[in-house]
């Protein structure tokens, strides 16, 4: 009988397209249940699948800052999260949880 052989899942492979990218994201910030570094490793995935050196570039970061921040390890300051997601190409929006601020006031 043949041996099985496994190799680790790498979501970085199969982000392809913009869309893609910003789903995956939108995805995590769901589940991410406020842990910060949950996101950085999220932004990680997508730089890595993107390319660091090119996301680094652009965000005006050192390949290797980068890495550290994105790493899933530590929890990076909002002006490098800004600075990523402008990198990518990605936008943050912020949406209402629950009724709109009109249906409540009508009430």
């Not at 490793?41 to 890495?67: F, T």
């Amino acid at each position: 009988m043949a041996k099985t052989v496994t190799t680790r899942y790498d979501v970085a492979e199969h982000l392809r397209t913009p869309e893609e990218m910003a789903a995956y994201l939108e995805a995590c910030l769901e589940e991410a249940n406020g842990d910060a570094a949950f996101i950085a490793k999220a932004l990680g995935d997508i730089a890595r699948a993107k390319g660091m050196s090119q996301v680094a570039r652009n965000a005006g970061l050192s390949r290797e800052s980068l890495y550290k921040a994105l790493s899933g390890e530590r929890t990076p300051g909002f002006d490098t999260i800004l600075k990523v997601i402008g990198a990518l190409g990605l936008k943050l929006h912020a949406a209402a949880e629950g009724p709109s601020a009109e249906q409540s006031i009508n009430k």
